[in-house]
């Protein structure tokens, strides 16, 4: 028996469990599939989502093929919507407001005395951010 969340090459007399970025909804199958965009495929000993992907989290985005890391969305971007699978999907932080690394939604709005252009790293903007 080759059970889901692995693959069972020939000749093989064993099932091996699919790669991070890879699932196998099916059992009896002789390669994974690989991690479709906009999702995550892991596989470890409390977790598995080698059987059925799980969505990408807000503030990230997920090329196809990705396992562990989910890629953040950039500095100066926000990702709103989970099933993000390019940075392009990553919107500017809009002006007013200030954006780290990997964030759902703008930090907030910057500080007084500050000015904010859009896409704005932190609260308090250098001529460098």
């Known amino acids: 028996e080759c059970p889901r969340g692995n693959y069972c090459p020939a000749g093989v007399g064993y099932p091996m469990p699919c790669l991070s970025g890879t699932y196998q909804p099916l059992p009896r199958q002789d390669a994974c599939l690989v991690c479709p965009a906009g999702f995550t495929c892991v596989s470890s000993a409390n977790v598995s989502t080698s059987v059925v992907p799980a969505e990408c989290p807000a503030g990230f985005f997920c090329p196809e093929g990705t396992g562990y890391h989910p ?16 940075r392009v999907d990553c919107l500017p932080c809009p002006a007013g407001q200030h954006c780290e690394l990997g964030l759902s939604w703008p930090g907030g709005n910057c500080s007084a005395g500050y000015y904010c252009g859009g896409g704005a790293l932190s609260p308090r903007p250098t001529a460098s951010n």
Do not use: L, W
């Open 71 to 86: 890629e953040s969305c950039p500095p100066g971007t926000f990702g709103p919507a989970s099933r993000q699978s390019a």
